[in-house]
């Protein structure tokens, strides 16, 4: 069971409580959605404010809740920690360019730095587009959608999300989307 928190201060959840919670404790779960922790709809929602300690190693299981509290704390720091590596990686990008000394030798050697730097700004603006998706998807968590398919509204699954935390389609969703491009482009 999740509580809600303010900023700083931590919720436990165990995976198995709401699975095997008493009645009395369901009406206590019912008074807790009542608080914001989940939509109206039943579906959680984690607001940024709401931290919950995950045990050590823990990865989301199919055998749980699908999208309860625990997942999406735990698909919240995944992102979070991408989003942060990104970020980092393309500061250092930046300082990199900055840094770099302008005054180079023969021609060959200046084509060669400038070929070097528009790899680098277009891994840069790949990043920042990603970044938009990563923050897209910190929304949904904490809007209550994260986990479910965009078209169809069905579960995207705890799999895909783990290799892939922005998808916003279920795999056969993106396989149709897919198969229209193809057809589109062909």
């Not at 809600?4 to 369901?26: E, I, V, Y």
């Not at 999406?72 to 300082?95: C, G, H, P």
């Not at 840094?99 to 680098?120: P, Q, Y």
Request: aromatic share 4%.
């Amino acid at each position: 069971m999740v509580l809600p928190r303010t900023a700083g201060t931590t919720a436990h959840a165990s995976p198995k409580q709401s699975k095997n919670a008493s009645p009395s404790m369901n009406k206590q779960a019912a008074k807790i959605l009542d608080n914001g922790v989940t939509r109206e709809d039943g579906r959680y929602a984690l607001p940024a404010t709401t931290q919950i300690a995950l045990p050590k190693g823990y990865r989301p299981s199919s055998k749980e809740e699908y999208m309860n509290p625990m997942h999406l704390a735990y698909f919240r720091n995944k992102l979070r920690d991408w989003r942060d590596q990104l970020v980092e990686e393309s500061r250092q990008t930046m300082d990199n360019l900055r840094d770099e000394v302008r005054d180079v030798g023969d021609e060959a050697e200046r084509a060669t730095r400038e070929t070097e730097n528009s790899l680098e700004l277009r891994t840069r603006d790949r990043y920042r587009k990603l970044i938009s998706k990563i923050d897209k998807a910190l929304r949904r968590i904490e809007e209550g959608s994260y986990g479910y398919c965009e078209e169809t509204d069905e579960e995207i699954g705890v799999d895909r999300l783990d290799a892939r935390p922005i998808a916003t389609l279920s795999l056969d969703a993106q396989e149709r989307r897919e198969h229209l491009q193809k057809q589109m482009g062909d």
